[in-house]
């Protein structure tokens, strides 16, 4: 079979903050979830295997190309939204270093930029532009693409025709899973 699985990170002690572009190793719960995940995908077999090149992607991807002989090439532009001042920060931090400021941005997302970070118009754009020729690989090829919630966000509303709401759900847990073309019942 053809296409790509995209396939979320693993977990980390940053969980619950924005991460971003911090990069944290997978701590013990993330590389339980790791070896789990290469437990549920025996089935299948990967041509290649592209992540985000920030660590927690990497080592959830390392093994996954192991366990299934696949060759694997970080790529940049899959990483994760940059947050700026709010790396590594939690929304209850965020709240209390400028409340008015986190308002307006939860009140105008994603039009509102978060201090120093990207913005979101810079970030989809990267984004769709690094999956463009993986989906054209994905024609020929079975490959994983191992990255970051926001990255798999993109791709359901702007490729599958998601909301945000739907696109958030699908993507929550750590290690999930989507395949693309979109297979509904898989999520």
């Not at 719960?29 to 592209?50: C, K, P």
């Not at 940049?76 to 590594?88: M, P, T, Y």
């Not at 990255?151 to 395949?179: D, I, P």
């Amino acid at each position: 079979m053809n296409g790509l699985l995209f396939i979320r990170h693993a977990r980390t002690d940053l969980a619950g903050t924005f991460c971003g572009h911090s990069d944290p190793p997978l701590n013990a719960t993330g590389q339980q979830q790791v070896t789990d995940l290469i437990a549920r995908l025996t089935a299948e077999h990967f041509d290649a295997i592209f992540c985000s090149d920030l660590r927690r992607a990497v080592d959830t991807a390392e093994p996954l190309a192991q366990a299934f002989k696949a060759p694997l090439t970080p790529k940049q532009g899959l990483r994760e939204i940059h947050f700026g001042d709010w790396e590594g920060l939690t929304w209850a931090e965020i709240e209390q270093r400028d409340a008015e400021y986190a308002r307006r941005w939860s009140e105008t997302f994603p039009a509102l930029t978060a201090p120093g970070g990207e913005s979101f118009a810079d970030f989809e754009s990267r984004v769709l532009a690094e999956i463009a020729p993986l989906l054209s690989l994905a024609e020929r090829q079975r490959i994983a693409v191992v990255t970051h919630a926001g990255v798999m966000r993109t791709v359901l509303r702007s490729l599958h025709g998601c909301n945000e709401q739907e696109a958030w759900e699908k993507t929550n847990s750590y290690c999930c899973t989507f395949s693309y073309p979109i297979n509904l019942e898989s999520l």
